[in-house]
């Protein structure tokens, strides 16, 4: 329990429904699969794929974005190493409240930080937490990079951006890695929904 838990006399209420009840009335078990990797990678892509193939075999989802998230929960947040942390630690809890509610929960941000991808790890049980890093080299990164972010990073115009001048920490050892540089972004979704399988979070279709 924190400090401002212990000020505020806080205590956290258990529901009249579990998660189990939840997901036994979606059909499957409720997980994050958290994509990691370098901007223009192929995360956000390979994630809304792979909900298109769960939504239709009428699995309930959702897709957490980085830019979306940074719209409106993370708004006050910039790009400092503190700021990127407290980014993820927010996610992190969103996304329990998610799995909790028996949904499958896929998300896309770069959390550059191998501590902070830890911490979030760490609010889940092993069969509900899915990382998979998108490897993907960053020149070709660089090529896909519409926006041009990149090239502004590298004239110094964008501070603190990852991969040019803030660093990016690759796990150590994720449940899955995906080289969006190889693969066409839809086999690579469909590399998401063969572990969720594995995994028992869905039923196999076979």
Not at 6 to 27: I, M
Not at 133 to 143: D, H, K
Not at 198 to 204: A, E, T, V
Request: hydrophobic content about 35%; some cysteine.
């Amino acid at each position: 329990m924190n400090q401002t838990n212990k000020n505020n006399n806080l205590k956290w209420f258990d529901s009249y429904v579990s998660r189990e009840d939840r997901e036994k009335l979606h059909g499957h078990k409720g997980a994050v699969v958290w994509f990691t990797g370098l901007s223009a990678s192929g995360k956000s892509t390979i994630a809304h794929l792979a909900e298109k193939e769960l939504h239709k075999r009428g699995c309930s989802t959702y897709v957490l974005d980085g830019d979306n998230i940074r719209h409106g929960l993370c708004s006050d947040l910039g790009f400092s190493p503190e700021d990127r942390a407290e980014n993820i630690r927010r996610i992190g809890e969103v996304v329990k409240l998610f799995v909790d509610a028996g949904i499958i929960v896929l998300t896309a941000f770069i959390s550059p930080y191998q501590k902070d991808r830890e911490r979030v790890k760490r609010l889940f049980s092993k069969d509900q937490f899915i990382e998979v890093y998108v490897n993907c080299p960053l020149q070709v990164c660089e090529t896909r990079d519409k926006k041009g972010f990149y090239k502004k990073a590298k004239e110094g115009l964008i501070k603190e951006y990852t991969g040019v001048s803030s660093p990016y920490e690759p796990p150590k050892n994720p449940d899955i890695v995906i080289h969006s540089y190889k693969q066409s972004p839809l086999d690579c979704a469909r590399q998401i929904i063969s572990i969720l399988e594995k995994r028992g979070i869905i039923k196999s279709i076979l």
